[in-house]
């Protein structure tokens, strides 16, 4: 849709020269189509018509002008709109997400910090009961070191006597086993007087008989003094697991308090 210029019928006024009126005429004339619109002949034109017909054609230029540059503008303020409301559209989606994962992650540092704490207490009791196993282990292999030293004393007795019993003296003797924890004493009287140095022996007793007697008393020596190197060595045993089991629950106490530490942070 165009506009028109209606031109209304002035009063009179001076004449201009014809050729210059005609000539402004026609330029404004050629101005006014350039602009899109119909240009209606004037009557005969004067100069004071024609200047203020050209201030009206270049007002008009002037607000086409003005009217595209706003439109331009308008576009370019609506595609920026756009834009942005695009992108605060994406963040207030990415929002939404982050706020669901910040609640997922707070709901799991807390029932990690139940479990933990769980099993903190559940580590102290160990400790604690691992403690105790330990303390008895130790007063065990106490009494069986010094059980095993008094068998070791015992047994050393033992194969002293019986070193004498194979190498027995000139006269008379009496001779005594030591008491242990699983042969009671026993005395052996020796007369020798008037006997070869080879062939004596305790009264009530042959020399295979003697010998059988000592070879048992020193199995049951030895077997006392194996049975308890091998509770001993158990002991031991034991004692080294609960000692890795408490270094191992003092790590997880102290991993679980560092991780405590982190989640309060």
């Not at 006597?161 to 009287?189: C, D, E, H, W, Y």
């Amino acid at each position: 849709m165009h506009d028109r210029v209606m031109a209304r019928r002035q009063p009179p006024g001076p004449v201009s020269n014809g050729g210059d009126g005609r000539s402004r005429l026609n330029s404004l004339r050629s101005r006014v189509e350039s602009l899109g619109y119909e240009w209606f002949p004037l009557p005969a034109a004067n100069g004071r018509l024609a200047g203020m017909v050209e201030r009206l054609v270049g007002d008009l230029a002037n607000a086409l002008e003005e009217k595209r540059e706003s439109k331009r503008e308008a576009e370019v303020a609506r595609r920026q709109s756009q834009a942005e409301a695009h992108k605060v559209e994406v963040l207030l989606k990415e929002n939404g997400r982050l706020v669901r994962e910040n609640n997922q992650l707070h709901m799991q540092i807390i029932q990690e910090a139940e479990v933990g704490s769980t099993s903190q207490r559940e580590s102290s009791l160990h400790m604690r009961r691992l403690e105790g196993e330990i303390e008895s282990l130790r007063y065990w292999k106490t009494q069986s070191m010094d059980r095993m030293r008094v068998l070791e004393s015992d047994n050393e007795a033992l194969r002293n006597r019986l070193q004498q019993l194979l190498n027995p003296p000139l006269n008379s003797t009496s001779i005594k086993f030591p008491r242990s924890q699983t042969q009671g004493s026993m005395a052996v009287s020796v007369a020798l007087d008037g006997q070869p140095k080879g062939s004596w022996q305790p009264a009530g007793y042959s020399s295979d008989a003697l010998e059988r007697k000592i070879a048992e008393y020193r199995k049951m020596a030895d077997l006392s003094i194996s049975a308890i190197k091998r509770e001993l060595n158990t002991a031991q045993e034991e004692q080294a697991e609960l000692q890795r089991q408490l270094r191992d629950a003092e790590v997880c106490r102290e991993v679980h308090t560092t991780a405590c530490y982190l989640i309060r942070l």
